[in-house]
């Protein structure tokens, strides 16, 4: 009896700081948009609030309450901290210190893109995204499944607004990395560089890999060197 009331109440303490369903609606993402996020339910920490649960994310123009979109997410994971204000059953957020909504513009139109978190799934349990292109054809978001794949995998996705490329990196343990990059033709997003860095089995060598699309097939060429000249190249002694 003693051992079956302890489980009770271990499982108590440890929902302690676990709350049903919140609202929160982020503010400063956009000028354009407000977006309005209920999710099935949160973790109060000590610093942050973090929500990693199945959730409805609305979009509406700024300052208004009418939904212009709904998107439903099997999972996100929202960061809740810094500057926010109780408005009845729902939480305004304002600042950048919350984090699991961002837009940007994806494919260069002029237009900004939606992310939304799918969960903490990228390298080293980083943030991953789910990307929504906004598509002036139908005046809505929609899901891009190459741009999703791109963040959900790689561990840095940064969008070069001056190139008009999109670029990640990623790694794996100490010794392999890989960089890329990628354009947009036809409205397809396109992978035309790859550069490969692994360090051999000896330690003293590395090889550089690099492969290149040029008119439509690719070309490799790889080069060795050792880890002392590897990193004097890379100003690191």
């Known amino acids: 009896m003693r051992e079956y009331f302890f489980i009770i109440l ?3 303490l440890c929902a302690a700081n676990v709350f049903g369903e919140e609202t929160f609606i982020f503010k400063s993402e956009s000028k354009i948009y407000d ?4 999710v099935e339910s949160c973790d109060d920490g000590e610093r942050e609030t973090i ?3 199945a959730a409805v994310v609305y979009l509406m123009k ?3 309450a ?17 500057d926010k204000r109780k408005n009845g059953d729902v939480t305004e957020l304002f600042g950048d210190e919350h984090g699991g909504i961002y837009f940007s513009d994806y494919n260069f139109d002029g237009v900004d893109d939606l992310a939304v978190s799918n ?20 005046r809505r ?3 891009n499944k190459a741009l999703s794949a791109l963040e959900t995998e790689k561990m840095s996705v940064r969008v070069n607004r001056k190139l008009r490329i999109i670029e990640t990196e990623t790694k794996a343990g100490c010794c392999w990395s890989e960089k890329e990059r990628f354009r947009f033709v036809n409205n397809r997003l396109q992978k035309f560089y790859v550069f490969t860095t692994e360090f051999e089995t000896d330690g003293k060598t590395v090889s550089l890999t690099t492969e290149r699309r040029v008119n439509g097939k690719w070309r490799t060429s790889t080069k060795t060197m050792s880890v002392r000249k590897f990193y004097k190249l890379k100003g690191i002694e």
């Open 66 to 82: 009418e939904v212009l979109q709904t998107i439903e997410i099997e999972e996100t994971y929202l960061t809740i901290g810094g």
């Open 62 to 64: 700024k300052n208004r």
């Open 141 to 143: 978001f929609v899901k």
């Open 35 to 38: 977006v309005k996020v209920r």
């Open 10 to 12: 271990l499982s108590v």
């Open 51 to 53: 929500c990693n649960a």
């Open 119 to 138: 969960g903490n799934y990228l390298p080293y349990n980083g943030v991953s995204y789910d990307v929504f292109l906004y598509s002036k054809r139908q």
